[in-house]
């Protein structure tokens, strides 16, 4: 039976790299994924051109119920050592909105430089291969794991698990990482849906279902929390409910039976502007208010009706002040309360996972000696904009350096 000083369970982002570092810094790497393929979501992401980071990264682009634990980790492997490596592949790469780097051609370029990587690292790959077991021995005398897989039993000194969230169950996310974190005595952090659609209850929805289609930049923000930071993104209505960048952004930080809160009209005082077409225009309200806000979602909001006993539909110079700075406000401080989200199968991540606690900030190495937590299946979750591929290489970096100085000490 073949021997590893490591075992990494899970080919995609963190695994693949993680992989390529320890087996380059002199380690004998075993990886192992369920599906035949790598790195499935790498593929899809970016719409096929992966946002594989970002110029501009902190702790605070991430969540985490300890957001300082990913400082450590991000200091370490930075945006542009991740670019550096790019370049030395030769990859063609632009930037594109708010610091997100996006390959020119294809994410496939990026699978590519993974797999490079491991080979230059000599890394062993088992796909597809299924862990039936994961459990701690002593190998040659000292602590370690035993893997039995569908292949047969291995036994190594370090096991990572890198095995992502549960995020698109169809392209192979399993539950498997925090399971071993379980089995190991391992705190978790609830998973949820992040980076996902949010839902209405039909009857609040059905107002705005016409809208479906329709993109507009907003100011968007949820709870009553000061750290709650606020997204300028753009919007998108769908047939259920809300999409689009700033939808995403805030429904990681979303709760349950909470509002969320939009401007629709961000940088625009439409109080004041209303208030001075009343003065010198006869237009309808709803012909006013689409020159600041898109046509098709000044109709909706005027057809929805009256304030203070005043119809919104209706020449500017006949409505009352009061009815005007009402409309101004729906339009500033839109409140509405989601029924859900999209869920697992629409969420770009998973939010929670293994609890930072059990973890070294330092090494991803848990409080079970020789086990480490990588990427998404960590309780540290990205912003949209290549964030969450950034701690995929952060992490994965950090471990790497990790097991070199434990393996090799
Ligand atoms: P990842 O999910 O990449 O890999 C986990 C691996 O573990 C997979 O290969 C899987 O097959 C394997 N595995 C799971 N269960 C297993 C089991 N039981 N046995 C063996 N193997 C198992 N982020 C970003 O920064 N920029 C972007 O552009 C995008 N775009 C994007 C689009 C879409 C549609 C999605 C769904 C997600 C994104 N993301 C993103 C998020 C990003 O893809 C994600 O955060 C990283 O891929 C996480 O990397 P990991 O390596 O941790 O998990």
């Known amino acids: 039976m073949e021997t590893f000083d490591v075992a990494v369970i899970g080919a995609g982002a963190a695994g693949l790299f993680c992989a390529g570092v320890a087996g380059q810094l002199g380690l004998k790497v075993l990886l192992v994924d369920h599906s035949d393929k790598v790195a499935e979501k790498i593929r899809i992401s970016g719409g096929g ?10 702790a605070a682009n991430f969540l985490s119920e300890n957001p300082r634990f990913a400082k450590s980790a991000l200091s370490r492997y930075t945006p542009q050592d991740f670019v550096a490596l790019v370049r030395r592949h030769g990859i063609g790469f632009h930037e594109k909105h708010k610091g997100q780097l996006f390959c020119d051609r294809s994410a496939e370029d990026l699978i590519n430089l993974l797999l490079a990587e491991c080979a230059a690292g000599g890394v062993t790959r088992w796909q597809p291969c299924n862990l039936l077991a994961l459990r701690h021995t002593n190998v040659d005398g000292q602590s370690g794991y035993a893997l039995d897989t569908n292949r047969g039993t291995t036994t190594c000194r370090a096991v990572v698990v890198a095995t992502g969230g ?30 996902v659609p949010l839902t209405f209850d039909a009857d609040v929805w059905a107002p705005f279902a016409s809208l479906s289609g329709l993109s507009l930049p907003v100011e968007i923000s949820t709870g009553t929390k000061k750290d709650f930071p606020q997204f300028l993104e753009d919007l998108l209505f769908t047939h259920r409910g809300l999409s689009g960048p700033a939808v995403l952004q805030i429904s990681s930080y979303w709760q349950s039976g909470t509002p969320i809160r939009l401007d629709l009209a961000p940088g625009s005082d439409v109080a004041t502007q209303l208030a001075q077409a009343k003065v010198h225009s006869r237009k309808l309200i709803a012909n006013v208010l689409g020159s600041l806000v898109p046509a098709r979602l000044a109709d909706a909001w005027v057809a929805q009706g009256a304030a203070g006993g005043q119809p919104w539909q209706r020449p500017i110079n006949e409505a009352a002040d009061k009815s005007l700075a009402a409309l101004a406000e ?56 290549g964030y969450n591929f950034q701690w995929a290489w952060a992490s994965a970096f950090a471990c790497a350096q990790g097991l070199h100085a434990k393996l090799r000490a």
């Open 49 to 58: 051109r992966s946002n594989f980071t970002n110029v501009n990264v902190s």
């Open 166 to 195: 549960l995020s698109i169950p169809k392209i192979g996310a399993t539950d498997l990482g925090y399971r071993i974190a379980q089995q190991f005595g391992l705190g978790l952090v609830a998973a949820r849906p992040a980076l």
């Open 330 to 385: 729906r339009i500033a401080r839109w409140d509405i309360t989601p029924n859900g989200t999209e869920g697992y199968r629409k969420a770009e991540v998973t939010a929670g996972g293994v609890d930072t606690r059990c973890l070294s900030s330092q090494t991803l190495e848990s409080q079970q000696s020789g086990l480490y937590f990588i990427g998404e299946v960590v309780d540290v979750t990205g912003w949209l904009g």
